[in-house]
């Protein structure tokens, strides 16, 4: 079966601008999530989508972060304007529901990003 | 307040020795328990879990050892190869926070020497 696709997989930006990261989860899986890895740390999660709905947003930084997921498949994170201290990898990941699998999170390769 | 460590930032094996990779978390709440491993560019997999009601889960040559009294997991990989060579991080489930929400530990670099 296709991974969790992310695109792009490099970004470097100034401070002040935008960026927008997409992603398309493994199909059927209702689950995806968008974390940040600061280099040397653990990922960190901003934000849980279950289908289209908002299970979890309360480490996502609301004054500059947005994400959405349309239709309950590919999702969107934006940043805007991001901070020097956004600089990080941000990896999206899916799971299905059914029992203990859906502990199970596949992930992308992430998505690079530096603030300058 | 970091709910999960990993104390050893790096691990030396040689290989065909073991590797023994540690998780402490504080959180008694946590019920589910997995080991992510991550290559350079690429995203973590999952590789082995353990859920709360068990002390040890084996596949292959992967281990993981759960001491729920001392808020500890380990992961045990016998024999080591090269190709082991990565970021391994734990990853805790439950701990009060929403279903699925995964608090990860600040990952451990394992190299295997041929």
């Known amino acids: 079966e296709a991974g969790v696709a992310q695109s792009p997989r490099y970004k470097i930006i100034e401070k002040r601008q935008s960026v927008a990261f997409w992603c398309n989860p493994i199909?059927?899986?209702?689950?995806l999530y968008w974390y940040q890895q600061i280099l040397g740390q653990g990922p960190k999660l901003l934000i849980q989508?279950?289908?289209?709905?908002?299970?979890?947003d309360s480490q996502l930084p609301k004054d500059r972060f947005s994400a959405e997921r349309l239709k309950g498949v590919d999702s969107t994170l934006k940043i805007q304007p991001a901070k020097l201290e956004d600089s990080a990898v941000y990896l999206c990941?899916?799971?299905?529901?059914?029992?203990?699998?859906?502990?199970?999170?596949?992930f992308g390769p992430g998505t690079r990003l530096t603030v300058t | 307040d970091q709910q999960v460590k990993q104390n050893s930032p790096s691990l030396s094996v040689q290989e065909g020795r073991i590797s023994i990779l540690n998780c402490d978390y504080t959180?008694?709440?946590?019920?589910?328990f997995l080991w992510y491993k991550k290559y350079p560019a690429e995203g973590p997999t999952f590789l082995i879990s353990?859920?709360?009601?068990?002390d040890k889960n084996e596949d292959g040559r992967f281990t993981v050892f759960l001491n729920k009294s001392a808020k500890h997991l380990s992961l045990h990989i016998v024999p080591s190869q090269p190709g082991d060579s990565a970021v391994y991080f734990c990853?805790?489930?439950?701990?009060?926070?929403?279903?699925?929400?995964?608090?990860f530990g600040q990952g451990t670099i394992l190299t295997v020497h041929p």
């Open positions: 990941a899916s799971s299905g529901t059914s029992g203990l699998r859906g502990y199970e999170q596949y």
């Open positions: 199909s059927g899986h209702a689950t």
């Open positions: 989508f279950q289908n289209n709905g908002v299970v979890d």
């Open positions: 959180n008694s709440m946590f019920d589910y």
């Open positions: 353990i859920s709360s009601i068990k």
């Open positions: 990853a805790l489930i439950g701990g009060g926070t929403s279903y699925g929400k995964l608090t």
